[in-house]
C-alpha cells in the first residue's frame, strides 16, 4: 500500500543540526512532490517546503532559507529533511508527505518528533 | 505571504448538528485550496482539494465551497468520528500556507 515512512525521534542541542528520513513505498516516487510540514507542541501546521524527486526542485519557507535542505535518492526511494542551527523552536513533529506537484498532500508520513533542548 | 484566516478556533457542536469552518485569504488564491482534517496524535488527513473536489473515501456529509476570498468546509449532519482538528491550506502562492486551525469539540 502507498505509505510513507519516517526515522525515529531525535533529541538535538541547540546549534545541531537533524536529518529526518522519510521512506516511500507503494507508488512512482518520482510521480509525486514531497512536502514537509512541521508541528510544534499544541500549535497548528507550518509548511516547511517541497522537494520534486523527478528533476530535484525546491521551493523552501522563506523563514527556513538557509537553515533548511531537502534532498531525495529515488534509488532507495527516500526523501530527507535537513534542518541546521536547531533551537528550542525547532521543537516539533517532522511530517513528509506526498502531493501532486507542490499542491496539496494526499498521504502522510509517519511523524518524527524532533526535540531540542540543552 | 498570503494569510489564511480560519474561523472559529474552536466550536462546541453535537452528533447530527450542520458544521461550518471559514477560512479567508488576505488575497485571490483562486480555487487552490485544501481542507484537511488530524486527530490527535495522528498526521493530518486530506478531505477536500480544489475548493471542493472530495478525496476518495471521505463521507459525502464533507463539502466545501467559495465565495470570493473565503472558503468554507460544511459537515451536514456531525458525527462521532469528525470530532477533530481542521485546517485549510492554500497552494497559490509561491510560499504555502495553514490557517490556524479550527478545533470541533464535543457540546
Known amino acids: 500500500q502507498v505509505q510513507l515512512v519516517q526515522s525515529g525521534a531525535e533529541v538535538k542541542k541547540p546549534g545541531a543540526s537533524v536529518k529526518v528520513s522519510c521512506k516511500a513505498s507503494?507508488?512512482?516516487?518520482?510521480?509525486?512532490?514531497i512536502t514537509w510540514v512541521r508541528q510544534a507542541p499544541g500549535q497548528g501546521l507550518e509548511w516547511m517546503g517541497w522537494?520534486?524527486?523527478?528533476?530535484?526542485?525546491?521551493n523552501y519557507a522563506q523563514k527556513l532559507q538557509g537553515r533548511v535542505t531537502m534532498t531525495t535518492d529515488t534509488s532507495t526511494t527516500t526523501a530527507f529533511m535537513e534542518l541546521t542551527s536547531l533551537t528550542s523552536d525547532d521543537t516539533a513533529v517532522y511530517y513528509c508527505?506526498?502531493?501532486?506537484?507542490?499542491?496539496?498532500?494526499?498521504?502522510w508520513g509517519t511523524g518524527t518528533t524532533v526535540s531540542v533542548s540543552s | 505571504d498570503i494569510q489564511m484566516t480560519q474561523s472559529p478556533s474552536t466550536l462546541s457542536a453535537s452528533v447530527g448538528d450542520r458544521v461550518t469552518i471559514t477560512c479567508r485569504a488576505s488575497?485571490?488564491?483562486?480555487?487552490?485550496l485544501a481542507w484537511y482534517q488530524q486527530k490527535p496524535g495522528k498526521a493530518p488527513k486530506l478531505l477536500i482539494s480544489?475548493?471542493?473536489n472530495l478525496e476518495s473515501g471521505v463521507p459525502s456529509r464533507f463539502s466545501g465551497s467559495r465565495s470570493g476570498t473565503e472558503f468554507t468546509l460544511t459537515i451536514s449532519s456531525l458525527q462521532p468520528d469528525d470530532f477533530a482538528t481542521y485546517y485549510c491550506?492554500?497552494?497559490?502562492?509561491?510560499?504555502?500556507?495553514f490557517g490556524q486551525g479550527t478545533k470541533v469539540e464535543i457540546k
Open positions: 508527505a506526498r502531493g501532486p506537484s507542490d499542491y496539496y498532500m494526499d498521504v
Open positions: 507503494g507508488f512512482t516516487f518520482t510521480n509525486y512532490g
Open positions: 522537494i520534486s524527486p523527478y528533476n530535484g526542485n525546491t
Open positions: 488575497q485571490t488564491i483562486s480555487n487552490w
Open positions: 480544489k475548493v471542493s
Open positions: 491550506q492554500q497552494y497559490n502562492s509561491y510560499s504555502r500556507t
